[in-house]
């Protein structure tokens, strides 16, 4: 094999790991802290649901057991795979210990906490089968859904994350402004030259359709057609996720954050809002639902002890 030919495959080759790298790291990194391969349990649902149960000595949850504690009708709760551990934090503090039931890798369906992901969840929350959720806003498609059931949906900001962005740590472009990425995901923009970086071909990543950070890229385009890149494998790497998501990729030196517009993605960035794709994430609920244990839940949620656990479990509180 001559060596421009070796050279060639060495190219596709890195480029492949890199998009396996970022597409792992970006969408399921929460659990790859913990754990160093995927079980069955997380490609079902994007996390290791087991390790983060409420109740347990190992659980890797913020432990915390409030002077609250909810009786009675109690809110069936579910959401977003990387916010689990923090709504699993939330029924380990308020919820009697009997009212979470696990068997066989699943949460039974008398129990009062599940983990559906974002999409599951929008839609347990509009057809009743669950009661609050927490997620990002939801996307046109789920609002439409809403809309079709003659459901309201009530939502409530309990917390800020950071959209971001992500490349190759070997990529010399570290900033962007928020129009270059609009220019990237709509196609204006094709080679990292043309942004002060390499002369290699920008391979656009993106998530399905109805998942927390696709519906947050098209918000961040505003109207503008997103463009789906055909040839991925051909080009160097930029990917998108919330900023818990991926920390510890960043933190092991794989891949690395951008900043935008100069600032970059800090926790204390998106407390004070200087970063500026900061998003809140919501406690969703059904406005004509009637436990009354809901708005209970919600006021202890935005109560130090509630921002605390948020806090804690590597979110930003309000």
């Known amino acids: 094999m001559n060596r421009k030919l070796r050279n060639q495959l060495g190219i596709i080759l890195l480029t492949v790991f890199l998009f396996a790298v970022l597409d792992f790291s970006i969408y399921q990194t929460f659990t ?3 754990i160093p391969d ?11 649901v087991s390790e983060y149960l409420p109740f347990r000595e190992d659980s890797k949850i913020v432990k915390r057991r409030s002077e609250i504690s909810l009786t009675g009708d109690l809110p069936v709760l579910d959401g977003a795979a990387a916010l689990y551990p923090v709504f699993s934090a939330f029924v380990n503090a308020v919820y009697p210990e009997d009212s979470c ?3 066989d890798g699943n949460f039974t369906p008398d129990s009062c906490l599940q983990m559906n992901n974002t999409r599951g969840a929008y839609q347990g929350v509009v057809d009743g089968t669950v009661d609050l959720v927490f997620c990002a806003g939801p996307s046109e498609q789920q609002l439409a859904y809403a809309r079709e059931k003659g459901v309201e949906l009530e939502l409530v900001p309990v917390g800020r ?18 129009e270059q990425v609009q220019g990237i995901y709509s196609g204006i923009y094709q080679n990292w030259s043309e942004l002060g970086g390499e002369d290699e071909r920008i391979a656009a990543l993106q998530r399905n ?12 385009m505003k109207g503008k057609k997103i463009v789906k890149d055909p040839d991925l494998f051909l080009g160097s790497a930029i990917g998108f996720s919330f900023r818990y998501y991926v920390e510890g990729i960043v933190s092991a030196g794989n891949v690395k954050m951008l900043s935008l517009n100069g600032v970059y993605p800090s926790k204390e960035n998106i407390r004070n809002s200087r970063y500026p794709i900061s998003n809140c994430f919501y406690a969703v609920y059904r406005k004509d639902n009637t436990n ?5 839940l919600i006021r202890w949620i ?12 590597g979110y930003v509180g309000m």
Do not use: H
């Open 101 to 103: 039931i696990f068997q």
């Open 161 to 178: 994350e950071a959209f971001v962005f992500l490349v190759n740590k070997d990529n010399p472009v570290s900033d962007l402004t928020v």
């Open 32 to 34: 790859k802290k913990v």
């Open 292 to 296: 009354k244990n809901i708005p209970v």
């Open 209 to 220: 359709e109805g998942s927390g950070s696709q519906t947050a890229l098209q918000k961040l």
């Open 38 to 48: 995927t079980s069955p349990e997380m490609q079902a649902k994007s996390v290791e």
């Open 302 to 313: 935005l109560s130090e002890e509630g921002q605390q656990i948020i806090e804690e479990s």
